[in-house]
């Protein structure tokens, strides 16, 4: 088993930066590949961001690409997600999902999930 738990999501404005932490705790973190997604009400979870267990590749969402970055510390056993420029349509519920594969994108693909944490841009 492992246990995810995010950190760091607020209200922001439009424009603004926030970093979101995943701190991962039970088997060994440095074996899995780790994403983010997000959901907003009404709507599928959506695929941002994956990064390799040993953070040599990730992968990004094209609604992304270039404001945000994914990085992992397997010291610490966390992971993060650098959000820059955000935007309105940015809003959602952030969640970090563990596989033991690779850079996967689809939701069911993942093994272990946190209970997420809330990211608002306001405009």
């Known amino acids: 088993q492992v246990q995810l738990v995010e950190s760091g999501g607020g209200l922001v404005q439009a424009g603004d930066s926030l970093r979101l932490s995943c701190a991962a705790s039970?088997?060994?973190?440095?074996?899995?590949?780790m994403g983010w997604f997000r959901q907003v009400p009404g709507k599928e979870r959506e695929f941002v961001a994956a990064?390799?267990?040993?953070?040599?590749?990730?992968s990004y969402a094209d609604s992304v690409k270039g404001r945000f970055t994914i990085s992992r510390d397997n010291a610490k056993n966390t992971v993060y997600l650098q959000m820059n420029s955000l935007k309105p349509e940015d809003t959602a519920v952030y969640y970090c999902?563990?596989?033991?594969?690779?850079?996967?994108?689809?939701?069911?693909?993942?093994?272990?999930w946190g209970l997420g944490t809330q990211v608002t841009v306001s405009s």
């Open positions: 999902a563990a596989n033991s594969g690779g850079l996967r994108v689809a939701v069911r693909l993942y093994d272990y």
């Open positions: 039970g088997r060994t973190f440095s074996s899995y590949t």
């Open positions: 990064i390799y267990w040993s953070g040599g590749s990730t």
